[in-house]
């Protein structure tokens, strides 16, 4: 009995190392097939059943000291039989079968590092789903289906589509890169203007989804936050001249600042007004006014990144909620509004004026927004409706909008604190 105990925790630790392991590393596994293979899809369906093999394997045999390596190696091993079964033996086989053997004499006889190559396999990978041969919502599909390993419905959501849209988004997208022969090549450095724009964007979604989740049981996800953090680092370094670069990774490190304070001991949610801002972390304070600073360097205006990053600087800096300059950040908001119009940063800006003016006049500007279509799914405007008619002593109201806001999130984080905020009204 004891002994079955004993095995029976065995399995489910080799099992949650398993989902670790590919939660964090499946971009990186998924990016290094397909530069072998060349295939999108191919390489995704070699992962996967990979996965399959370590959820199998690991329990009875134990966790490998590189789980990830053990992953890929494992895939292009399926790689090479994939192509023996379709009398494909051709280069690839031997490149793979070279690379399985020799990874650390290649890597020891490498060139010298070229500055304009993107030596990052997930950047590279990021930069081919945005080609510009795929349509702007394929290529964001795509790349955080690939890249952040969003599932389908979690995308769907972001979106505001049906699944079924964004599974044929992601089909098409692979058939369209498969047809084309693209190669796992990223541009070289005087094409990557065109395609920047779209990187950045995917990047940010990716940053996004990882502060707060869309579904599932966590209030953050901040493994992906931290490899979008990385992502934009090493195109920082790549793209050292482009502004927006640099105002998307101030943006990154000033709201990822914020996290170690966003949760408290048993991982609730713990809202600006209420975190410990001793616990926020300084070096990501530093680093993201410091590359706001570099993004302003230019000259040339900042840009919609560069605007948000210059609001949480305004949060960053502020003592507590009181003295934070929330004036400023409404001008802020307004900048953003001319250059990046959207119904969410009118939401925000509605907030902040909220704060700087009082919730009558921003309940106003929220009230406008009703009609919005894409605001009618999700939960924040009436969550942000919610507060604003509390502040007014509007009780009734108040609690409905927040039960209404419960049934539209997906996080069950973020339910739990909308019920609890319909219960106290």
């Known amino acids: 009995m004891v002994a079955d105990e004993a095995a029976r925790r065995a399995e489910d630790s080799a099992r949650r190392a398993v989902v670790a392991v590919w939660r964090i590393e499946s971009a990186r596994i998924v990016a290094t097939l397909t530069r072998h293979t060349g295939d999108f899809a191919l390489a995704e369906d070699l992962a996967q059943e990979a996965l399959a093999d370590a959820l199998a394997q690991?329990?009875?045999?134990?966790?490998?000291?590189?789980?990830?390596?053990?992953?890929?190696?494992?895939?292009?091993?399926?790689?090479?039989?994939?192509?023996?079964?379709?009398?494909?033996?051709?280069?690839?086989?031997?490149?793979?079968?070279?690379?399985?053997?020799?990874?650390?004499?290649?890597?020891?006889?490498?060139?010298?590092?070229?500055p304009?190559?993107?030596?990052?396999?997930?950047?590279?990978?990021?930069f081919i789903a945005c080609h510009p041969l795929l349509a702007p919502q394929a290529r964001v599909a795509l790349t955080l289906r690939v890249?952040?390993?969003?599932?389908?419905?979690?995308?769907?959501?972001?979106?505001?589509?049906?699944?079924?849209?964004?599974?044929?988004?992601?089909?098409?997208?692979?058939?369209?890169?498969?047809?084309?022969?693209?190669?796992?090549?990223?541009?070289?450095?005087?094409?990557?203007?065109?395609?920047?724009?779209?990187?950045?964007?995917?990047?940010?979604?990716?940053?996004?989804?990882?502060?707060?989740?869309?579904?599932?049981?966590?209030?953050?996800?901040?493994?992906?936050?931290?490899?979008?953090?990385?992502?934009v680092r090493t195109l920082a370094a790549l793209q050292p001249d482009e502004p927006e670069v640099h105002g998307l990774l101030a943006l990154l490190e000033l709201t990822a600042a914020r996290f170690p304070a966003r949760v408290d001991a048993q991982g609730e949610p713990v809202l600006l007004a209420d975190q410990d801002r001793r616990r926020w972390d300084r070096g990501a304070i530093r680093r993201g006014r410091a590359a706001l600073a570099r993004a302003e360097g230019f000259g040339r205006g900042l840009g919609p990144y560069a605007l948000q990053a210059?609001?949480?600087?305004?949060?960053?800096?502020?003592?507590?909620?009181?003295?934070?300059?929330?004036?400023?950040?409404?001008?802020?908001?307004?900048?953003?509004?001319?250059?990046?119009?959207?119904?969410?940063?009118?939401?925000?800006?509605?907030?902040?004026?909220?704060?700087?003016?009082?919730?009558?006049?921003?309940?106003?500007?929220?009230?406008?927004?009703?009609?919005?279509?894409?605001?009618?799914?999700?939960?924040?405007?009436?969550?942000?409706?919610?507060?604003?008619?509390?502040?007014?002593?509007?009780?009734?109201?108040?609690?409905?909008?927040?039960?209404q806001a419960a049934e539209r999130t997906q996080n069950e984080r973020e339910r739990a604190i909308l019920l609890a905020r319909a219960a106290t009204r």
Request: charged share 25%; hydrophobic share 50%; aromatic share 4%.
């Open 116 to 126: 304009d190559e993107i030596d990052d396999d997930v950047l590279r990978l990021v």
């Open 310 to 403: 210059a609001i949480a600087e305004c949060h960053a800096v502020a003592a507590d909620v009181a003295s934070t300059d929330w004036a400023r950040i409404v001008a802020l908001y307004g900048g953003l509004e001319q250059v990046a119009p959207s119904p969410v940063v009118t939401l925000n800006k509605a907030v902040a004026v909220s704060m700087a003016g009082g919730p009558g006049a921003a309940l106003a500007i929220v009230d406008r927004l009703a009609g919005e279509k894409a605001l009618a799914i999700g939960h924040l405007l009436p969550s942000v409706r919610g507060e604003l008619l509390s502040r007014l002593g509007r009780d009734d109201e108040a609690r409905a909008a927040f039960a």
């Open 147 to 231: 890249v952040a390993g969003l599932e389908t419905a979690e995308i769907a959501r972001a979106f505001l589509v049906p699944v079924a849209t964004v599974q044929q988004r992601i089909v098409r997208a692979k058939q369209a890169l498969a047809d084309a022969h693209v190669p796992f090549e990223a541009p070289p450095r005087g094409e990557r203007a065109q395609r920047l724009a779209a990187v950045l964007g995917v990047l940010y979604v990716i940053f996004t989804e990882g502060h707060a989740a869309t579904a599932g049981d966590d209030w953050m996800r901040p493994d992906l936050a931290r490899e979008a953090i990385r992502l």
């Open 58 to 114: 690991w329990p009875e045999r134990g966790v490998p000291r590189n789980g990830a390596a053990w992953l890929t190696a494992v895939a292009k091993r399926k790689a090479i039989d994939h192509w023996r079964r379709r009398e494909r033996l051709d280069d690839r086989v031997a490149a793979i079968a070279h690379d399985l053997e020799r990874e650390q004499d290649e890597a020891a006889d490498a060139l010298p590092w070229d």
